[in-house]
T-cell receptor, first 117, second 110 residues
Framework: GAGVSQSPSNKVTEKGKDVELRCDPISGHTALYWYRQSLGQGLEFLIY????????KSGLPSDRFSAERTGGSVSTLTIQRTQQEDSAVYLC???????????????FGNGTRLTVT | KQEVTQIPAALSVPEGENLVLNCSFTDSAIYNLQWFRQDPGKGLTSLLLIQSSQREQTSGRLNASLDKSSGRSTLYIAASQPGDSATYLCAVWAGNQFYFGTGTSLTVIP
């Protein structure tokens, strides 16, 4: 596609419910990243994928958070038993490579705004 | 752990002024630095990427510099316009993830 696509753009859910957020990266981009942005806060790294594998899951806040990527393309971020502190904008980004000689810009989607009531 | 700081947090300037945004990082072992722009309710748009071996990059009215040894980067915006109003973020790639600053919120007053 022309850019990174995220769905849904907005999600309101009740506390305790599970949610699934989707990211469609730019075609051919091997690296995919998930970030979280809370109101007035900077970007918080969650996880990144190189192909289908996730070399770095260190940013996932708790075991309620999980992510997968299939076919080296679409990724889903799942939050189980949502809590109010999970409310934030979840941003996905992709790039051509994630190697140490990285020189490809990072492209972001418009994010999913999650509100947990 | 890499820490990225942006000063000032907010900036308001009259249209037409030249301005400089600052970004500093604590660990000079980076592979590149990228400047982004974020409009309200939107994702981040890449503006400029400077590889660690480079000193500066230019795109139109934007010029970004990098001094890796001192852990600093600046984004220079010439002849600012109201459409430049947005939040500007810098990020460094340290080989495992991007580390982002908290951004500078820029308002250009017509």
């Amino acid at each position: 596609g022309a850019g990174v696509s995220q769905s849904p753009s907005n999600k309101v859910t009740e506390k305790g419910k599970d949610v699934e957020l989707r990211c469609d990266p730019i075609s051919g981009h091997t690296a995919l990243y998930w970030y979280r942005q809370s109101l007035g806060q900077g970007l918080e790294f969650l996880i990144y994928f190189q192909g289908n594998s996730a070399p770095d899951k260190s940013g996932l806040p708790s075991d309620r958070f999980s992510a997968e990527r299939t076919g080296g393309s679409v990724s889903t971020l799942t939050i189980q038993r949502t809590q109010q502190e999970d409310s934030a904008v979840y941003l996905c980004a992709s790039s051509y490579t994630s190697s140490s000689s990285y020189n490809s810009p990072l492209h972001f989607g418009n994010g999913t705004r999650l509100t947990v009531t | 752990k890499q820490e990225v700081t942006q000063i000032p947090a907010a900036l308001s300037v009259p249209e037409g002024e030249n301005l400089v945004l600052n970004c500093s990082f604590t660990d000079s072992a980076i592979y590149n630095l990228q400047w982004f722009r974020q409009d309200p309710g939107k994702g981040l748009t890449s503006l400029l990427l400077i590889q660690s071996s480079q000193r500066e990059q230019t795109s139109g009215r934007l010029n970004a510099s990098l001094d890796k040894s001192s852990g600093r980067s600046t984004l220079y915006i010439a002849a600012s316009q109201p459409g430049d109003s947005a939040t500007y973020l810098c990020a460094v790639w340290a080989g495992n993830q991007f580390y982002f600053g908290t951004g500078t919120s820029l308002t250009v007053i017509p």
